[in-house]
């Protein structure tokens, strides 16, 4: 199974067979590519799509082929495209047990990563392949400010829930005994 997640909160419907992503932080950072073909028709982001996918890829460079045949994988394709110091990391996401508790991301190896990013903005793709521990995905809004979010993907259904930083934490965060 696939699934395409993008991080911002502009989600809006794929629908287009082919998929597109680009993006450029500036002159000196390159730009980052990412091409999907042969999507079915009317897929959307954040729900599977039965199937695999076959790829190339080179340094900042993606492009797949959606292959609709039955497969035993689970692979989740990551796009993040927003303002500066928005990106946190995806992988396995825990926290400290002090009380003024901070998030933090053990990275995922993934199959492919690619990303441009400045001063100016944000642009990061990462193809996984998922097994039997969660995907955390943490994000905020501009330099880290506000609107911190932890997507989490489940590796058996590829369903994809959204909290707040604070929500996660109150949730994840070992219990004090008083």
């Known amino acids: 199974m696939l699934l395409i997640h993008k991080t911002d ?9 082919t998929l597109r992503f680009s993006g450029s932080a500036g002159a ?13 028709e009317g897929w959307q982001f954040d729900e599977p799509l039965p199937g695999a996918i076959r790829f190339r ?4 460079e993606l492009h797949a082929t959606y292959v609709p045949a039955a497969s035993t994988s689970r ?7 927003s ?3 928005t990106w946190h990391g995806a992988g396995v996401a825990t926290s400290d047990d002090t009380l003024a508790a901070r998030l933090r991301v053990q990275p995922w190896a993934g199959v492919w990563s690619g990303a441009s990013q400045s001063g100016g903005a944000d642009y990061v793709a990462l193809l996984l392949t998922l097994d039997t521990t969660p995907l955390d995905i943490v994000t905020s809004g501009y330099r880290g400010r506000r609107d911190w979010c932890v997507a989490t ?13 604070a929500k996660w934490l109150a949730m994840h965060t070992p219990e004090v005994t008083l």
Do not use: E, M, W, Y
């Not at 000196?28 to 079915?40: E, K, Q």
């Not at 890829?57 to 900042?60: E, L, M, P, Q």
């Open 75 to 81: 692979i989740a394709l990551v796009l993040h495209d």
């Open 83 to 85: 303002s500066a110091g």
């Open 9 to 17: 909160q502009t989600r809006g419907r794929g629908g287009d067979p």
């Open 57 to 60: 890829a080179a340094g900042k």
């Open 153 to 165: 993907i489940d590796p058996r259904t590829l369903a994809v829930t959204t909290q707040t930083r």
């Open 28 to 40: 000196n950072c390159g730009t980052l590519s990412v091409t999907v073909a042969d999507l079915p």
